[in-house]
């Protein structure tokens, strides 16, 4: 059964969050935050396997409380967020989000959202996210290679580098096993050294690195994106 903790400060959402999820037989919604001080405090005491996070709470807000949750335990958290709040992404990622819902999401993508990072899979592959992500870093100025970024990246082979730089532009397992010409069990056999490699939790993490060592511009996965579309 999986562990849901639902972070909001309104009322209605979380009912609504809430009702949606405990009719799936294999998910409980074992606890409801309405900040941040509180998502931290039933984050630690009821162990969630997903947290879900809105970015505007009062006290702490949801960016804060990413932070101290991923730090604190082993609860995978997936930001609540909205168009008009894309500034606030990337600082989600840097916090230590698995993944996105928008708050218009439709029922179902909200169930396997939960699903997907519950397994340990990051929430990458919705065209939303890549959306989110190649938009938010492009306009985020401040993102740029840091220092420690390529040495992080020097432990990593040939293949499995660009494994990273597949995966930073938004591609599945699927698509990168065709545009590598291996097959998908490689790719995740890939995938799962260079988390190890770079010492980060999921995609999401590895997506953040490689955008800040320089490995992929920000541009690249709004190629990705066009792609997916023609």
């Not at 879900?52 to 702490?60: A, E, H, K, W, Y």
């Not at 397994?119 to 993102?143: H, M, Q």
């Not at 970024?149 to 082979?157: E, F, H, Q, V």
């Amino acid at each position: 059964m999986l562990r849901v903790l639902i972070a909001d400060d309104q009322a209605l959402v979380r009912d609504g969050l809430g009702m949606i999820l405990t009719a799936q037989p294999d998910i409980t919604v074992v606890g409801e935050a309405a900040d941040g001080v509180g998502a931290i405090r039933w984050a630690r005491e009821l162990t969630p396997d997903v947290v879900l996070m809105d970015i505007r709470m009062p006290n702490v807000d949801g960016i804060a409380a990413t932070v101290r949750i991923c730090a604190e335990t082993s609860a995978r958290v997936l930001v609540l967020t909205t168009f008009d709040l894309d500034e606030y992404v990337y600082d989600a990622l840097r916090a230590g989000a698995s993944g996105f819902l928008l708050k218009d999401m439709r029922r179902e993508e909200l169930v396997n959202a939960v699903r997907v990072v519950a397994s340990g899979e990051a929430l990458l592959a919705p065209t939303v996210t890549r959306r989110l992500i190649a938009d938010v870093v492009s306009r985020d100025r401040s993102v740029r290679p840091t220092p420690s970024g390529p040495s992080r990246l020097a432990g990593l082979t040939t293949r499995e580098t660009e494994t990273l730089r597949q995966v930073a532009r938004g591609l599945s397992n699927v698509e990168i096993a065709a545009a590598m010409f291996v097959s998908e069990h490689t790719v995740k056999t890939h995938v799962s050294n260079v988390l190890a490699k770079l010492g980060v939790r999921d995609r999401v993490q590895a997506v953040v690195l490689a955008y800040e060592s320089g490995l992929v511009a920000p541009g690249d996965a709004g190629e990705i994106e066009r792609s997916t579309r023609s």
